[in-house]
Structure formats: structure tokens, C-alpha cells
């Protein structure tokens, strides 16, 4: 039986670990305890630091067990910090809704044209009617008017 990777995951950061080749140092313990506690179900938890703090804390595990890759669209310069592998940003996804909005699902931005961020996340409606009053976001004013 081969042990599975594990994963643990924030909107900044993944990290992976890979017990088939965990040398039990105990680096990450010692560096990073606040985020490495094995006595804990889920033993890793990256959102209780940085971004920078865990990455650090991965990078002194010497049998490269663990993993750290930035979220590409938070951190659009992963690719820069040595030894980490940029995560791929996944796709965004846009449906059209019979009679309703745009349905967004993925990591997005959206900017206004002065280029102010006005909202990011993962999910999100966008107006298609013309009606919603929080332009460019959908309010549910498509029922209203029939569209």
C-alpha cells in the first residue's frame, strides 16, 4: 500500500506533502509549528501564516517531501522565488444562464476602467440585462423586466 499526497490548501498557497518520501526530520516542526502540529487530524495548516513564513518553513525539509506553490493569481510572481513551481491558474469558466446573468466561476478580477479593483474571488453573477443596480454585478432585476 503506497501512501497518498496529501494537500492543504489556502486562497495564497498549496502545500503538498508526500509521506512516501517524508525523511522525518522534523524540520517543519521546529521552523513553523503554528502551521505543522502532527498531533492534530489535519496536521498541516497553512493559513495560520504567511504565505512567505510557510514557504520558508517548506523549503528546509530535506527530503523534499513538502511542497509549496503560490496561487498564481494572488501572487502573479510565484514563478520568480527560487525552488517553487508556480501553480497553474485554472480556468475560468463562464456560463450563461437561460434569462439571467453571466455565472463566473474561477479566479477572477474585476477592474474598472481607471483600474481599481472592484471585487475578486472565485464566483461571482454579472449582469447581462442592463436592469441591476450594482452594476456590473447581477441583483436579480432580470426577473423583474422579463429578460
Known amino acids: 500500500m503506497t501512501d497518498r499526497?496529501?494537500?492543504?490548501?489556502?486562497?495564497?498557497?498549496?502545500?503538498?506533502?508526500?509521506?512516501?518520501?517524508?525523511?522525518?526530520?522534523?524540520?517543519?516542526l521546529r521552523t513553523l509549528p503554528s502551521v505543522f502540529e502532527v498531533n492534530e487530524k489535519q496536521w498541516i495548516r497553512p493559513e495560520r501564516a504567511s504565505a512567505e513564513e510557510v514557504i520558508r518553513a517548506v523549503?528546509?525539509?530535506?527530503?523534499?517531501?513538502l511542497k509549496a506553490t503560490l496561487v498564481t493569481s494572488v501572487h502573479p510572481t510565484a514563478g520568480s522565488l527560487p525552488g517553487l513551481q508556480p501553480e497553474p491558474p485554472a480556468p475560468v469558466v463562464i456560463t450563461v444562464?437561460?434569462?439571467?446573468?453571466?455565472?463566473?466561476?474561477?479566479?477572477?478580477?474585476?477592474?474598472?476602467?481607471?483600474?481599481?479593483?472592484?471585487r475578486e474571488g472565485v464566483k461571482c453573477g454579472l449582469c447581462r440585462c442592463g436592469a441591476s443596480k450594482t452594476k456590473p454585478f447581477c441583483d436579480g432585476s432580470h426577473k423583474e423586466i422579463g429578460f
Open 59 to 65: 523549503g528546509k525539509c530535506p527530503s523534499g517531501a
Open 97 to 118: 444562464r437561460d434569462h439571467g446573468s453571466l455565472l463566473v466561476e474561477g479566479p477572477y478580477r474585476v477592474v474598472a476602467a481607471d483600474g481599481t479593483l472592484i
Open 5 to 28: 499526497l496529501q494537500v492543504y490548501s489556502t486562497n495564497q498557497i498549496r502545500v503538498t506533502f508526500d509521506p512516501a518520501t517524508c525523511q522525518h526530520s522534523g524540520a517543519c
